[in-house]
Each structure stands twice: as structure tokens, then as C-alpha cells.
T-cell receptor, first 115, second 113 residues
Framework: EAGVTQSPTHLIKTRGQQATLRCSPI?????VYWYQQALGLGLQFLLWYDEGEERNRGNFPPRFSGRQFPNYSSELNVNALELEDSALYLCASSLARDRGFYGYTFGSGTRLTVV | AQSVTQLGSHVSVSEGALVLLRCNYS??????LFWYVQYPNQGLQLLLKYTSAATLVKGINGFEAEFKKSETSFHLTKPSAHMSDAAEYFC???????????FGSGTKLNVKP
């Protein structure tokens, strides 16, 4: 069974540009979660999508947005990039109703560097 | 609201020594608890989970954790550290209604030769 796949693995952008990160969940998983892991700041919850809808959002500005497609894959978009957006962005998936029992399955992340 | 606290952002042990990583949660009801491991530049991998069955949970790579309700703790242990255990470890707790999932701030384990 394929795991959670994220692309690209590395992304270098200039301040002010836009970045698009992609995530494909495990087959059958309907929920996708995005986390930001900046150096020294731990895991910061960004967004939760389930069945194509945004279910919850972390404490991030509106320039962080995303969507979930009918096949449950997801995109994270970051507009007007700032240097402090440099981080590892992790995607995770789960069955929505079972996530408390099974936990999340994580992808390997996208390393975004803003210069 | 649920929260989880990991004591010690950095822990250093010698190879072959006991590994003890601490995790305490706040909850009015027994939650579901998880430990994840993150190797450098990788995603998080589930080590083990407690879901109200046995209080002593065995995971992968020789790790285990004991759920102690009286202490609201779920500490992670391994009898003998190996160099390959060097990584960051995250404790997590889910709410009873599964609507939220909370991660601790992480503990970086360093294993000295």
C-alpha cells in the first residue's frame, strides 16, 4: 500500500512569490492535515480537510490556504511568501472517524526555503 | 481542552543506556495516546499507541510506553539505546470525540557512542 506522498520534496522560492505544495493521502483516507514544522517551533497545525471541506484551521494568516480535490488529494498554497515561511511542511492523512484510534499517517514532507 | 507536555526538549544518553522520554497529558477522561518518531528530514512515523487496552504498550524498534492514569503520564522507554535511535520523538493525544489531535513540542534524543 502506498503511503502519503508529498511533492515536491524541496522547493526554493523568492520572498513575495507563491508556493504550491501537494499531498496524496493513503488510499481510502478522506482526511488530510497540513502541519508546518519550522526550526525550533515544533509541529504547528495549519489546516484540516475532510470530504472536500475545510474542517479546521490553525492560527495562520489567510495567505495560507488550500483545498481538497474529489480524489481526496490536497494542495497547500502559500501566497506572498515571507522568509519565516521557510519550514518543513508535513501532510498527514487518516480516516476521519477513526483518527483518534489509528492516529495519522505522515508523508515525508516538503522542505520550503524562501530566499 | 486536551494538551500534552513533553519534559525535556533534548535528552542525551549513551549507547546501551536506558532511554526515558517523558510525556504528560491533561484530560478529564482517558484519552488515546501516541508516540511518533521523526528521523532527520523525514515525516513522522508511528511508534506505538494506547487505546484503552493494555496499559503497557509495545511498539516498534524495542520501544514501549506505559499509560499511568494516576500520573496522567505516557512515558516512552527503551532498555538499551542504539545509535539509530537518535531522532526527535513526539507525544500526541486525541480527544475522546476524535475532533482534535494534539502534539507535544517534541524531544530530541541524542545517543552518544
Amino acid at each position: 500500500e502506498a503511503g502519503v506522498t508529498q511533492s515536491p520534496t524541496h522547493l526554493i522560492k523568492t520572498r513575495g512569490q507563491q508556493a504550491t505544495l501537494r499531498c496524496s493521502p493513503i488510499s481510502g483516507h478522506t482526511s488530510v492535515y497540513w502541519y508546518q514544522q519550522a526550526l525550533g517551533l515544533g509541529l504547528q497545525f495549519l489546516l484540516w480537510y475532510d470530504e472536500g471541506e475545510e474542517r479546521n484551521r490553525g492560527n495562520f494568516p489567510p495567505r495560507f490556504s488550500g483545498r481538497q480535490f474529489p480524489n481526496y488529494s490536497s494542495e497547500l498554497n502559500v501566497n506572498a511568501l515571507e522568509l519565516e515561511d521557510s519550514a518543513l511542511y508535513l501532510c498527514a492523512s487518516s480516516l476521519a472517524r477513526d483518527r483518534g484510534f489509528y492516529g495519522y499517517t505522515f508523508g515525508s514532507g516538503t522542505r520550503l526555503t524562501v530566499v | 481542552a486536551q494538551s500534552v507536555t513533553q519534559l525535556g526538549s533534548h535528552v542525551s544518553v549513551s549507547e546501551g543506556a536506558l532511554v526515558l522520554l517523558r510525556c504528560n497529558y491533561s484530560s478529564s477522561v482517558p484519552p488515546y495516546l501516541f508516540w511518533y518518531v521523526q528521523y532527520p528530514n523525514q515525516g513522522l512515523q508511528l511508534l506505538l499507541k494506547y487505546t484503552s487496552a493494555a496499559t503497557l504498550v509495545k511498539g516498534i524498534n524495542g520501544f514501549e510506553a506505559e499509560f499511568k492514569k494516576s500520573e496522567t503520564s505516557f512515558h516512552l522507554t527503551k532498555p538499551s539505546a542504539h545509535m539509530s535511535d537518535a531522532a526527535e520523538y513526539f507525544c500526541a493525544v486525541s480527544g475522546l470525540n476524535f475532533n482534535k489531535f494534539y502534539f507535544g513540542s517534541g524531544t530530541k534524543l541524542n545517543v552518544k557512542p
